[in-house]
């Protein structure tokens, strides 16, 4: 993260910013806030930083322990900061959880999303793609409601080789006006891992008009195939 963050810092922090409102999404155990707290203290000292920060949430006890990782000592330490929603899962692929940020953060007040988004498929890696769809969705439409017009969004993908990421993509594309893919030299060249750099919201779109969820994951796709043929 840090290494992103450095390499696009004029993108991420723009010379007219007084103070830095960041959103951290699947954020456990919470080194991506970590980072951005130290890149800002080094880069600038001035800008008034503050953030929020959702995941999985590590004592409730409907999440499976796999599915999360068993460090907390971040998420106790700064308990207030974080978002786990109404029914205290910290779910992302529910509603409520999306909302309930949402309305926490605010819509258009925020100046970066990280979105960090994983689930464990060591047990069917071919899957994986297919299996994170879902969550990346989330965490994009989410952004794209609580972005501010200069915002930036910081989002990790797997391969991208199925249509779902495509078409994720495409809604990107459409959504910022600059959209930049990377794998950072930090980043094991064993892992699959890239990361999305999108910058700066195109205020043509209006995101105001309710926000959707991942079960209108397969309604988005076929608007995208329609979409994409047209333009082809
Ligand atoms: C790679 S880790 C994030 C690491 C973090 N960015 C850091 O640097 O410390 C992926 C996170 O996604 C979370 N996650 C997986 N499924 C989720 C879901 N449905 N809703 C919210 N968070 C989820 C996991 O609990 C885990 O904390």
Redesign the pocket.
């Known amino acids: 993260?840090y290494e992103i963050l450095w390499r696009y810092r004029e993108e991420i922090v723009s010379a007219d910013l007084t103070s830095f409102s960041a959103l951290h999404l699947?954020?456990?155990?919470?080194?991506?806030i970590s980072s951005l707290n130290h890149f800002l203290h080094e880069y600038r000292q001035t800008l008034r930083h503050e953030w929020l920060a959702?995941?999985?949430n590590p004592w409730h006890e409907s999440n499976r322990s796999g599915?999360?990782?068993s460090d907390d000592h971040v998420i106790t330490a700064t308990y207030r900061n974080w978002i786990f929603g109404p029914d205290d899962s910290?779910?992302?692929?529910r509603s409520s959880t999306m909302n309930a940020i949402e309305s926490r953060a605010g819509v258009g007040r925020v100046t970066c999303v990280t979105a960090?988004?994983?689930?464990d498929c060591s047990a069917c890696p071919e899957q994986q793609e297919h299996v994170t769809a879902p969550?990346h969705f989330s965490e994009l439409l989410l952004a794209l409601r609580v972005l501010d017009q200069g915002g930036s969004l910081i989002l990790k993908l797997f391969t991208i080789f199925e249509h779902v990421t495509v078409n994720s993509l495409l809604l990107a594309r459409v959504s910022f006006h600059r959209l930049i893919v990377c794998k950072p030299v930090a980043s094991k060249a064993g892992n699959s891992e890239v990361f999305q750099l999108q910058k700066t919201k195109n205020e043509e779109l209006n995101y105001s008009a309710g926000l959707p969820y991942w079960a209108e994951f397969p309604r988005f796709e076929s608007i995208c195939v329609r979409y994409s043929h047209n333009i082809h």
């Open positions: 993260m699947c954020e456990a155990p919470g080194a991506f959702s995941t999985l599915t999360m990782l910290g779910n992302l692929l960090d988004g994983s689930i969550l």
